[in-house]
């Protein structure tokens, strides 16, 4: 499936309320917009699928639930460690995370406990409300941005910001399809409720 069940209200909620109560409307910001990028960049982030069938049935942490059903934080946090040549996927992140304390009970993601994984490589730089300014500066800066987003249908999500077409932000969304590759944010939603970014130490 290309959205995994959107079974990923609790892992949206490990964001922070704040990140609840921007993605629900109070500091949210359109989807599109910020610094218009005259020419069309794109941050080579390896891309990583939730539902991969590699790890689509192992369970998310100590939950009940998988990484085809909740994964979306763990595999967008994949994908930017990995792109900060960190040798890791989904599966392996999420065996860190477990062994070291990164879920709560219920599955929700510590972000502060990704960095773990390479401590003197990655740093979490920022959690929290939605910014135009941080997300275009990380992007000249060469950093992919993690986001918060509502869905459509019902249901928060999070995807990886990897670049940006005039005022477009385009997108890595773990629960595509591989032939879907990199798309425009709007294409998936017209808000943005929060983000995080990590950095190279």
């Known amino acids: 499936m290309s959205r995994p069940r959107l079974g990923i ?18 500091g949210a910001i359109p989807s599109v917009g ?11 982030v390896p891309a990583f699928a939730q539902d991969d069938p590699r790890w689509s049935d192992v369970r998310l942490g100590p939950s009940t639930d998988t990484l085809g059903y909740e994964g979306c934080a763990v595999t967008s946090a994949a994908m930017v460690a990995a792109f900060y040549g960190i040798k890791t996927d989904p599966q ?7 062994r ?3 879920f709560t009970d219920d599955g929700l993601i510590h972000w502060s406990r990704v960095q773990l994984i390479a401590p003197t490589r990655l740093a979490l730089a920022y959690n929290g409300a939605p910014s135009y300014e ?20 019902g249901g928060y999500h999070f995807v990886v910001v990897v670049g940006k077409d005039g005022r477009d932000y385009l997108i890595r969304d773990p ?23 990590f950095r190279r130490n």
Do not use: K
Not at 34 to 42: E, K, N, P, S, V
Not at 92 to 98: C, E, H, P, S, V
Not at 141 to 148: D, E, K, M, T
């Open 9 to 26: 209200f609790s892992l949206f909620m490990a964001f922070s309320f704040v990140a609840l109560v921007h993605a629900e409307g109070e």
């Open 34 to 44: 910020g610094r218009y990028f005259a020419r069309r960049m794109i941050l080579p």
């Open 92 to 98: 392996q992140l999420n065996a860190f995370l477990t």
């Open 100 to 102: 070291t304390g990164g």
């Open 134 to 153: 941080l997300i275009d500066s990380n992007l000249l800066a060469g950093n992919p941005v993690i986001v918060l987003i509502r869905l459509p249908e």
């Open 175 to 197: 629960a595509a399809s591989p032939q879907r590759r990199v798309y425009p944010l709007r294409d998936l939603t017209d808000r943005i409720g929060g983000l995080c970014f």
